[in-house]
């Protein structure tokens, strides 16, 4: 195994992290570290996770407790020296209240909880999180309440004319509608990442994509990341 090291953070209320770090391990062979949210310094740099969860309960509004942890500052200065950041579903909420990415997550627009597999179009391939997925499409389970990702028309515009959108919820041969987008999000948006394109948020989840029992597509993402570390 790799001497490579990625960390991944854990809150008070996160439930996706043990899936993470078997995926993290099993599929980028790199050695992986907890990191507790109190943490206030970061020793192992490569690349760091925000799991899934609900992290201090999703109590005030989900992710935006965990922006105070001395953690998450870590997070945000070393997002800064070019450090990937790949927060997912709580992780991405995590990741719009710190500001890192634009836009929030709200309320599943049939105020939900959504648990289910969805399609989800590659709108770019030559982003780092996304560029082994020569798949145009790809399946991904999402389990949220508050995936409804939502912005202001101008940082819409600036996303998309930015090629900053990821992943976008579609129908398996990859059409893009209503019917296809499973909480109402903008623009079907299900990931994006920063101008600087070095942090990566999303509402689905591939570490729940990478056994025989499921859908695999998981796999090729975690395959991927290994080698931008």
């Not at 450090?83 to 105020?111: A, H, K, M, R």
């Amino acid at each position: 195994m790799s001497k490579r090291v990625v960390s991944i953070i854990v809150f008070p209320g996160s439930n996706c992290d043990r899936d993470l770090e078997i995926a993290v391990r099993n599929h980028m062979n790199v050695k992986t570290e907890y990191i507790w949210h109190n943490e206030t310094n970061l020793k192992n740099k490569e690349m760091i996770f925000i799991p899934g969860g609900f992290s201090f309960g999703d109590y005030l509004r989900s992710g935006a407790l965990a922006t105070k942890s001395p953690a998450i500052k870590e997070v945000i200065r070393l997002s800064k020296k070019g450090v990937p950041i790949i927060g997912i579903c709580n992780g991405f909420q995590i990741l719009t209240e710190c500001n890192l990415l634009e836009g929030s997550l709200i309320d599943n627009y049939n105020q939900l909880f959504i648990c289910k597999e969805c399609f989800l179009r590659v709108e770019n391939s030559e982003s780092m999180f996304s560029s082994n997925l020569n798949k145009s499409v790809v399946k991904f389970p999402i389990a949220h309440a508050q995936g409804n990702f939502y912005t202001s028309k101008d940082d819409l515009k600036r996303l998309e004319d930015n090629n900053q959108v990821i992943f976008r919820y579609s129908s398996e041969k990859g059409r893009v509608s209503k019917i296809s987008n499973p909480n109402g999000s903008l623009n079907n948006i299900a990931g994006i990442i920063n101008k600087e394109k070095n942090v990566l948020g999303l509402m689905p989840h591939p570490e729940r994509a990478v056994d025989s029992l499921n859908d695999r597509d998981g796999i090729k993402f975690f395959n991927g990341l290994k080698n931008f570390i």
